[in-house]
T-cell receptor, first 113, second 109 residues
């Protein structure tokens, strides 16, 4: 089955620890995205990558880092510099033209205490 | 002003009712429009793209009014399973998607 996988579904960390969230897709999509969703708020773009070995900051990149070494994979690291890391993290991918529809993975719910 | 604005609801409707959601966007250069559905604590799923001519998929009809910069979604014959948050999404000039905060629909038996 084609799709996007994210792991783990739930993640608990202590303050001061870096944590890496996994995102893998087998849709052969060029573009991949990371969003954050907080209760009562819309999705906010953290980072995106339109091609392997290239990525750009989104609207709230501070405290996060990414890599795109393979087309299928776009891991997100939440660093200790992120002030409010507890959130629902969603990864998405898109084939791009012509419509730029994005398809989402099931998400990772991160809790930092 | 937010780039994409939606009435947060909730919209509480009985089964079988017709319900309409509206959404406005601020950037007249926006190029693609979508409705996504998000169930509680789940990921958003693409419901339908919105085309200039309007489009229909079963009980769902989407309309785009570029002159007034709004998008609508009509759901006919509501089912209990339609209960979810509906997200209005707009593709901006930079090809990034901009998400509204969503409208919560609760269909009552």
């Amino acid at each position: 089955d084609g799709g996007i996988t994210q792991s783990p579904k739930y993640l608990f960390r202590k303050e001061g620890q870096n944590v890496t969230l996994s995102c893998e897709q087998n849709l052969n999509h060029d573009a991949m995205y990371w969003y954050r969703q907080d209760p009562g708020q819309g999705l906010r773009l953290i980072y995106y990558s339109q091609i392997v070995n290239d990525f750009q900051k989104g609207d709230i990149a501070e405290g996060y880092s990414v890599s795109r070494e393979k087309k299928e994979s776009f891991p997100l690291t939440v660093t200790s510099a992120q002030k409010n890391p507890t959130a629902f993290y969603l990864c998405a991918s898109s084939s791009g033209t012509p419509t730029y529809e994005q398809y989402f993975g099931p998400g990772t719910r991160l809790t930092v205490t | 002003r937010k780039e994409v604005e939606q009435d947060p609801g909730p919209f509480n409707v009985p089964e079988g009712a017709t319900v309409a959601f509206n959404c406005t966007y601020s950037n007249s250069a926006s190029q693609s429009f979508f409705w996504y559905r998000q169930d509680c604590r789940k990921e958003p799923k693409l419901l339908m793209s919105v085309y200039s001519s309007g489009n229909e998929d079963g009980r769902f009809t989407a309309q785009l009014n570029r002159a007034s910069q709004y998008i609508s979604l009509l759901i006919r014959d509501s089912k209990l399973s339609d209960s979810a948050t509906y997200l209005c999404v707009v593709r901006g000039a930079t090809n990034k998607l901009i998400f509204g905060t969503g409208t919560l629909l609760a269909v009552q038996p």
